[in-house]
Nanobody, 123 residues
Framework: QVQLVESGGGLVQPGGSLRLSCAASGSIFSINTMGWFRQAPGKAREFVATISWSAGSTYLADSVRGRFTISRDNAKNTVYLQMNSLKPEDTAVYYC????????????????WGQGTQVTVSS
């Protein structure tokens, strides 16, 4: 079992920045990759970014590449999503997820999910 707790969401103006955090606990040694997904009202949950827990290699969705960065601090068992140049279309609930396999961009590849944190981009 893995527990994931997101934090750092909030209200930000267009062009602003936020950093989301995801603290993992439990069977952390079994985690292979960590990911971020988001879900806007009335839309399906979509992939944002993923990072290898050991190697630190990353992969980001086209819609956020160049604006968002995913990183991890293994000592703190925490994954971060740095979001810059935010746009209104980035408004969504952001979810952290953990994969015991080689999860990449599909929801089905992830085994555990956090409760989500709201990000609202509005003037």
């Amino acid at each position: 079992q893995v527990q994931l707790v997101e934090s750092g969401g909030g209200l930000v103006q267009p062009g602003g920045s936020l950093r989301l955090s995801c603290a993992a606990s439990g069977s952390i040694f079994s985690i292979n990759t960590m990911g971020w997904f988001r879900q806007a009202p009335g839309k399906a949950r979509e992939f944002v970014a993923t990072i290898s827990w050991s190697a630190g290699s990353t992969y980001l969705a086209d819609s956020v590449r160049g604006r968002f960065t995913i990183s991890r601090d293994n000592a703190k068992n925490t994954v971060y999503l740095q979001m810059n140049s935010l746009k209104p279309e980035d408004t969504a609930v952001y979810y952290c997820a953990a994969s015991f396999r080689s999860g990449r961009s599909l929801r089905s590849e992830y085994d555990y999910w956090g409760q989500g944190t709201q990000v609202t981009v509005s003037s």
